[in-house]
């Protein structure tokens, strides 16, 4: 039954998902995508939400991390991408580290944990949906789906097969309910949900914000299943960071806001890393 209730919200969750990509592509005029500011206000607040699970995690393991200069981060994180691209990051960065710096020395109840608890936070979840933020402004919605697609079917593929199979754990002391069987199904399963990208939004003319094409520069059948499997491993050692970080914070999950899938840091933790690989991967690319 619980993993009825799972799979039916994950549907829900999913579908309000495709809706707003489909909006990236549906609202357009002189080359401009307005459409694409939907999906950017939703990957904002979706930012902000993990953030905020992100610090209460934490604290609850009694660290007091500097939440203004984070927030401050968030607020600016849009326009230093919109405006100024990868250098508007490289700026930020610099920003706030220096702000954290500030808030640190004239605050002399702060800890130095707290300092380096901040820059973690910083670091993680801030920065990779930053990164994210930039992916799409520089190169439309393809490569970015491409990580989500993968990071999330793996898994998809190594929750469900890793119930289904059972076996040895890998990592029982940081994540009890992965398996071996799991893990390596969730590989093919970060094949095939690249290969769904590549059936959905290339070969289909669902309206989409489309820059670059991975079907124009590369043999998409041997392209996406390859991607796709690197995404999905990375989409693990994600899971498995996020597990690690929820042990040692003492928390089951980060938030209850998706029911039984937890917070929105746990649904984001596969994408996180997948999403800066794409990034470093398409740098190779150009534009």
């Not at 702060?110 to 799409?136: A, E, H, T, W």
């Not at 094949?191 to 003319?205: C, D, K, M």
Request: aromatic residues 16%; charged residues 15%.
């Amino acid at each position: 039954m619980k993993i009825v209730k799972r799979t039916l919200q994950g549907l829900f969750f999913f579908g309000l998902l495709i809706g707003f990509i489909i909006l990236t592509g549906t609202i357009k005029r002189d080359n401009t995508y307005y459409g694409q500011y939907f999906f950017d206000a939703l990957l904002i607040l979706v930012t902000a939400i993990s953030l905020f699970e992100m610090i209460s995690a934490v604290k609850e393991a009694g660290y007091r991390p500097m939440q203004a200069p984070l927030f401050v981060a968030l607020v600016l994180a849009y326009p230093a991408v919109k405006f100024l691209g990868y250098q508007g990051i490289l700026i930020l960065i610099a920003f706030e580290v220096f702000l954290l710096f500030l808030f640190y020395i004239f605050d002399p109840s702060r800890k130095f944990n707290d300092f380096l608890i901040s820059i973690f936070i910083f670091i993680y979840p801030l920065l990779p949906m930053i990164v994210g933020m930039q992916l799409i402004s520089q190169f439309g919605m393809i490569p970015i789906l491409t990580a989500i697609g993968a990071a999330m079917m793996a898994d998809v593929f190594a929750f469900y097969f890793g119930s289904l199979i059972k076996g040895p754990k890998i990592f029982p002391k940081i994540s009890p309910n992965k398996t071996y069987s799991g893990s390596l199904i969730g590989l093919i399963g970060g094949g095939l949900g690249a290969l769904v990208v590549y059936a959905l939004f290339e070969l289909t003319n669902i309206p989409l914000n489309r820059i670059v094409v991975f079907g124009d520069l590369f043999n998409p059948w041997l392209f996406y299943p390859l991607i796709g499997v690197v995404i999905g491993f990375l989409g693990e050692l994600g899971d498995l960071a996020a597990s690690r970080i929820k042990r040692c914070t003492g928390i089951k999950d980060f938030g209850k806001i998706m029911g039984s899938h937890g917070g929105i840091t746990d649904r984001l933790d596969s994408i996180f890393f997948a999403v800066v690989f794409m990034a470093i991967f398409m740098s190779f690319l150009g534009k």
